[in-house]
């Protein structure tokens, strides 16, 4: 009776607007509906079962286009697969621009990742129906390429229930940050991708996070500008920071497998690691003619680059890890197959264009031997490109050595600034008369209501009262004026000053 009731007034509403629903596509007295691939019910939001047997029965791929089809095809559904950023990486990684270019081979960790996606959506939760009465829980992690979160609510039990899913892959320069901006940054993200669920909540969001130092960033009065913009966004939410080891956050697994970890040469080796080659000496001692009671005297000699990397390559621990990494690499041996002038191999070295080549997974402790070490004292891309030249070479060398340069922290920081000096921060004058100074601003990314998915809040800034007016993100500006004179013009008049951030 009290589903009719409300069908009943639907329709009735319907009627008022003059629209019209299509018999043909309705569906009355049913506990659970198709709609948009899913499947909507009383419990939850749920995969349509047609949709869960296409992942089920899909092959593995066997090129690019096959791997582009099944990312496009699942990305649609990843809300409701924990982690599915982390898990794809390998199969991302295969269609870069620079892997494209290469024959196609799946590697293990692709197809280990292939079948983790598979297992995972036939295996994937139902999602409940977010109540806003009940308590929410988000719980964070971040790991050094990715970062996750889950929102739960509460059943009448107490268990949790997920409600929804978050990640994504970090940008290379996110990557360069530490873990404390990473786990701050996992939050940030999380509360800006679940916002219509998260704003305004009557009880505190519990926020946990396996890293104890968050608990005190709300109250911190010290903040670089970055931390301060993430304050500002996260001051929109009401939500308490919580602590809780990594083994009991369920956040935290997808992030930790080995397999989704960055490889060596990859974009994502911007990451400025602290950690060295092995130190070459650049000094050599020679025996003295003067006898055993002399001491030996330095060479005055100049020392060269280039002997840095005769010492660096007879070094045998530096030479067993050029032949190990020329036996994992294929880029040579395919080069030499297809009978590729630019590479020779003598002995157990490989030259490329008659320098010694880096296997990828060695390229960027090389770069950071040239450019981060004291020795080099940090140049910029022209000055580090030759540094390099003079005695390595690979195939991209300058491509990947701008994009290392370009991510350095240590250069970012030093560098002198271009711009002018920030100007004083000056507080608004008080208006003289109500609605003579406005502002305004949109609260976006709402669940769509009555065909809208935006607010428009526009403000007195004397008296504090307000219009909260439905709109659309889409909406532009000659839009936006006419809901002005619609809405606030013809109520207020013109104002003297617009205060906005866009």
Not at 239 to 255: E, H, I, Q, T
Not at 344 to 353: A, D, I, P, R, S
């Amino acid at each position: 009776e009290e589903h009719n009731q409300h069908v009943r007034l639907v329709l009735e509403r319907l009627r008022q607007a003059g629209l019209y629903a299509n018999a043909k596509k309705c569906e009355f007295d049913k506990s659970e509906v198709e709609y948009l691939g899913y499947l909507l019910g009383v419990d939850g939001i749920k995969m349509h079962p047609r949709k869960l047997d296409t992942i089920a029965e899909w092959p593995l791929p066997r090129s690019v286009k096959d791997i582009q089809s099944f990312l496009g095809f699942t990305n649609f559904y990843r809300r409701f697969i924990d982690g599915y950023a982390k898990i794809v990486v390998p199969l991302n990684a295969l269609t870069r621009k620079d892997a494209v270019e290469l024959p196609f081979a799946l590697t293990p960790a692709a197809v280990e990742a292939f079948y983790t996606l598979k297992r995972a959506f036939t295996s994937s939760p139902l999602l409940r129906h977010f109540d806003p009465s009940l308590p929410s829980t988000l719980r964070t992690d971040a790991s050094d390429f990715a970062i996750a979160g889950v929102l739960h609510q509460p059943d009448a039990q107490g268990f949790l229930h997920p409600v929804a899913y978050f990640s994504r892959k970090l940008t290379p320069a996110e990557i360069n940050y530490d873990v404390y901006d990473k786990e701050l940054l996992a939050i940030v993200e999380s509360f800006r991708d679940m916002r219509a669920w998260t704003i305004g909540t009557a009880t505190p969001v519990s926020v946990i996070s396996d890293h104890k130092n968050l608990e005190y960033f709300m109250s911190s009065r010290v903040l670089n500008r970055r931390q301060a913009r993430w304050s500002m966004f996260l001051s929109e939410f009401n939500f308490r920071l919580d602590y809780a080891p990594g083994l009991k956050n369920p956040a935290d697994a997808p992030s930790r497998r080995p397999d989704f970890a960055p490889r060596e040469g990859d974009d994502v080796l911007r990451l400025q690691e602290q950690i060295l080659l092995t130190p070459l000496h650049t000094e050599r001692l020679y025996p003295s003619s003067q006898g055993a009671s002399s001491p030996a005297r330095p060479s005055t000699s100049p020392t060269t680059i280039a002997s840095l990397t005769t010492l660096a390559v007879d070094n045998s621990e530096m030479l067993k890890r050029f032949q190990d990494a020329y036996r994992a690499d294929t880029e040579w041996r395919e080069a030499l197959t297809r009978g590729d002038a630019d590479f020779t191999q003598e002995g157990n070295l490989v030259f490329h264009k008659g320098l010694l080549f880096v296997p990828a997974s060695l390229r960027a402790d090389i770069v950071r031997m040239r450019h981060d070490s004291l020795v080099a004292g940090h140049p910029g891309r022209v000055r580090t490109l030759g540094l390099v030249r003079r005695d390595f070479s690979w195939p991209g060398m300058q491509t990947f050595i701008h994009r290392y340069v370009q991510a350095c922290d240590v250069c970012a920081r030093i560098k002198t600034p271009r711009h002018k000096p920030y100007g004083l921060l000056r507080p608004l004058d008080i208006p003289s008369r109500p609605w003579r100074s406005i502002t305004m601003d949109f609260i976006v990314k709402l669940p769509p209501s009555h065909g809208y998915d935006s607010i428009w809040v526009v403000c007195d800034r004397l008296t504090r009262a307000a219009h909260f007016i439905p709109c659309n993100e889409t909406i532009d500006a000659p839009g936006l004026a006419w809901l002005f004179l619609d809405r606030i013009f013809r109520h207020h008049g013109l104002p003297d000053s617009i205060v906005s951030d866009r």
